[in-house]
């Protein structure tokens, strides 16, 4: 049995169990952690009390980056047709339209804004100096595993979305030409 087919018939329940599992993980245990990880980092010395226009900036990145987040998600969705879990491969279309037309890892990116944008408003020093950078680096480095598996999957097509893509800074060309769907893709 290929790939695809034991993906269709992958137990109802068992699905539900696994995308339950990765809110909990990643939407409701990681931020806890990360949040007990920065307040301890806090308390020894590294809380910073911010000027009111640093708190006004990290309520206005956590709220664009909220947004793009939802974005983000509901784009994956539509264009490779499941919500972006990993653990629930194969993905049979690359999602490349909508915020994934400029960014190949949206999710992850706004992800880590929010999250700066939430330390901002809370002065947490140890989140932004500590906690951050390490989870950013995490963050690329899974997303540079996913790559490689995507480049697995859809060869030339995944290659030709890369070089119209970038993972952080949009490419310029992208912005002003409208992209071109790979074979598959929404």
């Known amino acids: 049995m290929d790939r695809k087919n034991s993906e269709k018939q992958l137990n109802p329940f068992l699905r539900n169990a ?12 990681l931020p806890i952690l990360l949040a007990k990880i920065s307040l301890s980092l806090d308390r020894k010395g590294l809380k910073k009390s911010f000027p009111w226009f640093i708190k006004t900036g990290g309520t206005l990145i956590s709220l664009i980056s909220a947004f793009m987040l939802y974005l983000s998600i509901r784009d994956f969705s539509r264009g490779a047709g499941k919500l972006p879990i990993t653990a629930i491969p194969p993905y049979d279309q690359i999602a490349s339209k909508g915020v994934y037309s400029i960014w190949r890892h949206p999710v992850y990116l706004f992800y880590i804004l929010l999250a700066a944008g939430i330390a ?5 020093g140890g989140f932004l100096l500590v906690v951050l950078p390490l989870f950013s680096i995490l963050c690329f480095i899974h997303a540079k595993i996913e790559e490689i598996w995507l480049l697995k999957k859809h060869g030339d097509v995944y290659r030709a979305y890369l070089k119209r893509t970038s993972l952080v800074c949009p490419k310029i060309r992208s912005l002003i030409q409208p992209p071109k769907s790979p074979d598959g893709g929404l």
């Open 18 to 29: 696994i995308t339950g599992l990765y809110i909990f993980a990643f939407w409701i245990l």
């Open 120 to 124: 901002l408003i809370a002065g947490s």
